[in-house]
């Protein structure tokens, strides 16, 4: 298996109103280092699994989107809390309609919360 992975950072503000998450419950703002990875079982006809330029604007596409919004007032957060994990699904799902997933095996976003604590979601293409 082959994989691609591009890196970018997204700057958000988001509470989690639920108890399960203590002082987190307030607005507070997060810097996310993500990163995206590209998988495939054969290379294609370049000998790459994507070009880094074109996953690079990928995610920065998708990322802007994101980019210095409350994600309290983000539509695609109504009525679910914005964990990293839920971040991490709807960058990968916004990521899937930008490219096509017939050519590829998987494709994994990876959301650094700090150095020490990260979350992913992870998409198997059959
Ligand atoms: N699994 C997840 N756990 C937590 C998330 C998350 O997105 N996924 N997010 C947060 C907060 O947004 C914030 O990043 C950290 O808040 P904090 O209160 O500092 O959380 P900690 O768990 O690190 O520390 P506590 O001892 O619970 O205060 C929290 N968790």
Do not use: G, N, S
């Given at each position: 298996m082959y994989s691609l992975t591009v890196r970018d950072h997204v700057m958000i503000a988001h509470s989690l109103?639920?108890?399960?998450?203590g002082p987190a419950q307030s607005l507070h703002g997060a810097t996310l280092v993500v990163e995206a990875t590209w998988r495939r079982a054969e290379l294609g006809p370049q000998s790459v699994v994507m070009d880094i330029g074109a996953a690079t604007s990928m995610l920065s596409e998708v990322l802007e989107t994101l980019r210095y919004s409350n994600l309290d007032e983000h539509p695609a957060f109504a009525g679910r809390l914005s964990t990293t994990e839920a971040i991490a699904g709807y960058i990968s799902t916004e990521l899937c309609v930008?490219?096509?997933?017939?050519?590829?095996a998987g494709l994994e976003v990876l959301l650094r919360e700090h150095p020490d604590a990260w979350a992913s979601h992870d998409i198997a293409f059959d």
């Open positions: 109103p639920d108890p399960f998450f930008r490219f096509d997933t017939t050519q590829y």
